[in-house]
């Protein structure tokens, strides 16, 4: 398996604001992937992080709100824009797809939001 | 629609009981059926099932996938209280690897 990092662990904001939640791998992966987890929810897919291009989002995502970034096979960056409480969810990239990961799929560790 | 339902929802025993959770799917290109542990944030990965009838297994769980039926049960013996949890399954919509849909979870409890 992958070792899989997320910063930062939890955050507090104001509405309005912005946060930007990093996921590292500590071996090149093929395919990234951001979820949300809203309280007593399951997991939603938010988008795909494609390296070296735009994300694909799911349906009900947007770019606008949710910019994300992959620069390598290793990182991406996730933003969660323009804040408003029912943003206040889980935020889990994960990852698939690699020499350690076979076809298997793995969670970071999660980022929990909460938006005053 | 991409559909995944786990029943039940949420299910008490005792330690050494053994539990069976239940997963159906209807997923657009199914490619596999994910199980995964959930406790505090990250869900830990299980089992990945491709195969109908071939059951896998890891210690006290097992896991089997019926894709004529379209569902899959994840089996826990002799339960201890480590493995109260909420357990999720997810369909790979294949059309590329890892777009997992999930279901709501079974919220497992194991008293002592």
């Known amino acids: 398996s992958a070792v899989i990092s997320q910063k930062p662990s939890r955050d507090i904001c104001q509405r309005g604001t912005s946060l930007t939640i990093q996921c590292q791998v500590d071996s090149q992966v093929t395919m990234m992937f951001w979820y949300r987890q809203q309280p007593g929810q399951s997991l939603t897919l938010i988008a795909t992080a494609n390296q070296g291009s735009e994300a694909t989002y799911e349906s009900g995502f947007v770019i606008d709100k949710f910019p994300i970034s992959r620069p390598n096979l290793t990182f991406s960056t996730l933003t969660v824009s323009n804040m408003s409480p029912e943003d206040s969810s889980i935020y889990l990239c994960?990852?698939?797809?690699?020499?350690?990961?076979?076809?298997?799929?793995?969670f970071g560790p999660g980022t929990r939001l909460t938006v005053l | 629609e991409d559909k995944v339902v786990q029943s039940p929802l949420s299910l008490v025993v005792h330690e050494g009981d053994t539990v069976t959770l239940n997963c159906s799917y209807e997923?657009?290109?199914?490619?596999?059926l994910l199980w995964y542990k959930q406790e505090k944030k990250a869900p830990t990965f299980l089992f990945m099932l491709t195969s109908s009838g071939i059951e896998k297994k890891s210690g006290r769980l097992s896991s089997i996938l019926d894709k004529k039926e379209l569902f899959s049960i994840l089996n826990i013996t002799a339960t201890q209280t480590g493995d109260s949890a909420i357990y999720l399954c997810?369909?790979?919509?294949?059309?590329?690897?890892?777009?997992?849909?999930f279901g709501r979870g079974t919220q497992l409890t194991v008293w002592p």
């Open positions: 997923v657009t290109n199914f490619r596999s």
């Open positions: 994960s990852v698939a797809g690699g020499l350690a990961l076979y076809n298997e799929q793995f």
């Open positions: 997810a369909g790979d919509r294949g059309s590329t690897l890892g777009r997992l849909y």
